[in-house]
C-alpha cells in the first residue's frame, strides 16, 4: 500500500471511530435528555399517536385522550377542567406542558423506563401503544368544597392528609380552562396561550405551590412558636413585656398589635396568650431572643428552602438571613422578608397535626400500566420531624386555644376541636394578604388546610378562617 493510500485509510477510520463514539454516547447516555427536549418534535408528534393515558381522580377520569380522525389521531379532553386545572395542567401541541400532564409525561405517554417492556411488547405484537394512568391523591368532594369555598377570590387553598402526605385538594384561582390548549390547531393553541398569559388575573400561576410566594404574616408565628417551645428555653407560661407599641431596635420605626393596644390588657403577656390573640410585639420579642439562626433552623426543618416536588416543582419558601435585629423581629411574625407558598404553610400545620412528623405531600396515589400492572404504588415518606410530639401536642392545644377563644373563632365547628391560625400579612402600601391554617379534629387529625387570599378586604379571621372551615366540614362530613 503507497503512501497516500495509507493516510485516506487512517482518515477514514478516525471518522469512522469518531461516527461510532459519538453515535453511542448519543444512543446510550442523552437518550432520556433527548427525548424530553421541548424542541425535540418528533417525541411531540409520537406522543399524540400513542393513547396517552388518563388522569384520575377517585377512579373517575378528570384528563383522558379521546381519538379523532386528524394527523394526531387523540384528542386531550379535561371534565371539569377549571377545577381541576391547578392539579392537570395542561398539554399543548406547541406550548409545552405543566402540572401532572408535565411531571409524568413519561408515564403517561408510556415512554418511561419502567414501561420498556410494554413499549417493546407493543412493538412485537402489533398492538397501539398506549401510556399509563395515574390515579391522583386528590378527594374529589374536598376539591369541590374548596373550589366553591374560594368563591371569586383570586387565592389557593390546599388541603392535606398529615398521617399520609396526601394532598387532598390543591385550587388556585383565578384558574384555566386546559380545553382551550389541548386543541389540535397551532394558531389557535397560540392564540389561547397568549390570551392567558396577557389575563391580568394571571390563571397560569399555580398559587397554591409555584406563583409568587406571599408574605405569611402571622401564621409563621406558628413557627416562631415552635421554635421556642421545642428549643427547650420557652413554654407556654413564659412572659413577655407587653407595651401598645415597641420601637424597633436602631431603628424610628415602631411595630403595633393588630388591635393597635396591649396583648390582653396586662403589663405582661405569656405566650400562650400571645399566640390566641396573635399579638406582634411578644413574638418579635421571642424572635429576637431566639436569634436568627435558631429561628432558621427551625424554618427548614419544617420544608423552607427545600426544593420538593408533588410530582411538579414546588417553588422552595425562604426565611432569608436578616441584616439586623429588627428585620429579625419583623421576620418572627412572618413579615420582612419571608415568603412562602399555600403548601408550605399547611406542611407546618400537618406537621403539628402528625405528632411532630412532616410527611413529603404528593399528588401521586399510583401509577398503572395499561394492563393495571402497578408501576408506582401508594408511598408515604417522612420528610423530616421537625419538632417533638410533647412540642406538636402543645402547639395543637394552642392553636385549638385560638379556634375557642382567640383571633382565629371562625373557624368553629360545632361538636370538633379545631385547630388553627389566622394571618394578615401587610404588603407594603398593597392591599393585605389573608391567611388561615389548622387541622381537624384536633385529637385525630383527618385534614390540615391552609388558605391563601390575595388583595384582601378585612382579616384573615373573617375572609380565610370560613374558607377553611367549609373545607374542613366537607371532609369530617363525608
Same mark, same amino acid.
Given at each position: 500500500?503507497?503512501?497516500?493510500? $495509507?493516510?485516506? #485509510? ?47 381522580? =377517585? ?6 385522550? @379521546? ?8 384528542? +386531550? ?40 417492556? =410494554? ?19 386528590? =378527594?374529589?368532594?374536598?376539591?369541590? %368544597? ?9 387565592? #389557593?387553598?390546599? %388541603?392535606?392528609?398529615?398521617?399520609? /402526605? ?15 390548549? %389541548? ?17 391580568? /388575573?394571571?390563571?397560569? &400561576? ?5 406563583? *409568587? ?17 421545642? #428549643? ?95 428585620? &429579625?423581629? &419583623? ?26 412528623? &412532616? ?8 401509577? +398503572? ?47 370538633? *376541636? !379545631?385547630?388553627?391560625?389566622?394571618? @394578615? ?37 373573617? !375572609? ?5 372551615? $367549609?373545607?374542613?366540614?366537607? !371532609?369530617?362530613? $363525608?
Amino acid at each position: 500500500m503507497n503512501k497516500e493510500l $495509507k493516510r485516506v #485509510s487512517a482518515i477514514v477510520l478516525i471518522m469512522f471511530l469518531t461516527l461510532f463514539t459519538s453515535t453511542t454516547v448519543i444512543a446510550v447516555f442523552q437518550t432520556d435528555n433527548l427525548r424530553v427536549d421541548p424542541r425535540n418534535t418528533r417525541t411531540l408528534y409520537a406522543s399524540y399517536s400513542a393513547e396517552r393515558g388518563p388522569i384520575l381522580v =377517585d377512579g373517575g377520569a378528570v384528563a383522558e385522550s @379521546t381519538p379523532v380522525d386528524d394527523q394526531y389521531k387523540f384528542l +386531550r379532553t379535561y371534565s371539569s377542567p377549571e377545577l381541576y386545572s391547578a392539579v392537570t395542567g395542561y398539554f399543548t401541541l406547541n406550548q409545552g406542558n405543566s402540572g401532572v400532564e408535565g411531571a409524568l409525561n413519561d408515564y403517561l405517554s408510556g415512554t418511561a423506563n419502567a414501561q420498556f417492556i =410494554d413499549q417493546l411488547n407493543s412493538i412485537i405484537t402489533g398492538q397501539k401503544p398506549k401510556g399509563a394512568s395515574v390515579e391522583l391523591t386528590i =378527594d374529589p368532594v374536598a376539591q369541590q %368544597a374548596a373550589w366553591d369555598a374560594l368563591g371569586d377570590n383570586a387565592g #389557593s387553598v390546599v %388541603a392535606v392528609n398529615p398521617k399520609t /402526605g396526601a394532598i387532598i385538594a390543591m385550587v388556585s384561582k383565578p384558574a384555566f380552562d386546559p380545553n382551550l390548549l %389541548a386543541v389540535h390547531d397551532t394558531t389557535a393553541v397560540i392564540d389561547n396561550y397568549n390570551t392567558l398569559l396577557s389575563d391580568p /388575573g394571571r390563571p397560569l &400561576l399555580n398559587r397554591a405551590i409555584a406563583g *409568587d410566594l406571599y408574605a405569611p404574616g402571622s401564621v409563621f408565628k406558628l413557627v416562631t412558636a415552635a421554635a421556642a417551645i421545642d #428549643s427547650g428555653q420557652y413554654t407556654p407560661e413564659s412572659e413577655f413585656p407587653n407595651p401598645p407599641t415597641l420601637q424597633l431596635p436602631q431603628s424610628t420605626s415602631t411595630i403595633s398589635n393588630a388591635a393597635d393596644g396591649n396583648c390582653g390588657g396586662a403589663e405582661t403577656v405569656d405566650l400562650a396568650t400571645a399566640l390566641r390573640l396573635s399579638c406582634n410585639i411578644p413574638f418579635a420579642q421571642l424572635g429576637a431572643a431566639l436569634g436568627e439562626d435558631t429561628l432558621s433552623q427551625y424554618a427548614e426543618a419544617f420544608g423552607f428552602e427545600r426544593p420538593l416536588a408533588v410530582p411538579q416543582d414546588v417553588t422552595p419558601s425562604v426565611f432569608p438571613a436578616t441584616e439586623s435585629e429588627a428585620e &429579625l423581629m &419583623l421576620a418572627s411574625f412572618g413579615q420582612a422578608s419571608v415568603r412562602v407558598t399555600p403548601l408550605q404553610v399547611a406542611m407546618v400545620s400537618a406537621a403539628i397535626a402528625n405528632g411532630g412528623r &412532616l410527611m413529603e405531600p404528593t399528588l401521586v396515589e399510583s401509577i +398503572r400500566a395499561p394492563n393495571l400492572t402497578v408501576i408506582q404504588p401508594p408511598q408515604e415518606v417522612v420528610l423530616n420531624t421537625p419538632v417533638s410530639p410533647a412540642t406538636a401536642a402543645t402547639l395543637t392545644q394552642l392553636m385549638v386555644d385560638n379556634v375557642n377563644n382567640g383571633a382565629a373563632s371562625n373557624a368553629r365547628i360545632n361538636g370538633v *376541636d !379545631v385547630a388553627g391560625k389566622t394571618g @394578615t400579612a401587610e404588603n407594603d402600601g398593597a392591599e393585605n394578604t389573608l391567611w388561615f391554617t389548622g387541622f381537624a379534629p384536633a385529637e385525630d387529625p383527618q385534614i390540615a388546610v391552609a388558605v391563601v387570599v390575595e388583595n384582601g378586604q378585612g382579616f384573615g379571621n373573617s !375572609v380565610a378562617a370560613p374558607i377553611a372551615r $367549609k373545607v374542613i366540614e366537607a !371532609v369530617l362530613n $363525608k
